[in-house]
């Protein structure tokens, strides 16, 4: 606020230099008004330089402590807000997440035997998804709805993946992939193209988890 009040100030001054035909005057008005904007500009600056480097430390250091929870694959939101882990040595698949860089990190964590289904999801609509069939029924969408599907729109602002797991509290987990909700792109454009080849190697990698734990439950008999 200081800031604006010291440019606004200056702007007065100059003006004024600008108006006034006394050559001693104006020349005094011109050097305070000159020197007030800048002093306004300096300090604008260095508050956003200040402020640019401490939501670098932040991100950083949350970015650290997401990748400090035991796991043998790892993808990192790049506001370092959301974290999507798989630690195969406990055979668990960890949600880490929180609002804000200055608040308390959550993580969910859920063994691989209680993730039920997983789906692509582009803008709403689920394009492909893989289910456990030992299941009935689907808490994503309905069966028609989630079928593959082609999607016709050229643009996009929202990829993700979302999971059904054994969580009372949170049944339904979604990690966002991409998200541009303000300025939809391109499905030609490198960004997304980048996040959809990350996002289907993500949902290939929990599709095999589901399968490999479908066949487990598949009953066996033995000949006696």
């Not at 200081?2 to 005057?25: D, P, R, S, T």
């Not at 993730?115 to 893989?130: G, K, L, P, S």
């Not at 299941?135 to 593959?148: K, R, T, W």
Request: charged share 30%; with cysteine.
């Amino acid at each position: 606020m200081k800031n604006i009040f010291f440019i606004l100030l200056g702007i007065v001054y100059l003006y004024l230099a600008n108006a006034i035909e006394l050559v001693i005057i104006k020349q005094l008005f011109f050097l305070i008004g000159l020197a007030l904007v800048g002093l306004g500009c300096i300090r604008y600056l260095k508050e956003r330089y200040i402020a640019i480097q401490t939501l670098t430390a932040m991100t950083d250091a949350s970015e650290e402590e997401i990748k400090a929870i035991p796991h043998t694959h790892c993808t990192v939101s790049n506001d370092a807000l959301n974290a999507l882990l798989l630690n195969e040595q406990t055979n668990t698949l960890i949600f880490a997440r929180r609002e804000a860089l200055d608040e308390e990190l959550k993580i969910i964590e859920v063994p691989f035997n209680r993730i039920y289904e997983v789906a692509i999801m582009e803008d709403e609509v689920f394009t492909v998804r893989t289910k456990n069939h030992l299941m009935s029924g689907s808490l994503l969408a309905e069966a028609e709805e989630v079928e593959e599907e082609e999607v016709e729109e050229d643009t996009i602002s929202q990829l993700s993946l979302k999971l059904v797991v054994d969580h009372l509290s949170e049944p339904i987990q979604e990690y966002m992939f991409m998200d541009n909700s303000e300025d939809p792109i391109s499905k030609e454009e490198d960004d997304y193209k980048e996040a959809m080849e990350l996002c289907e190697k993500w949902f290939q990698k929990i599709s095999v988890i589901i399968k490999r734990h479908e066949l487990e439950r598949v009953p066996i008999s033995h000949w006696q």
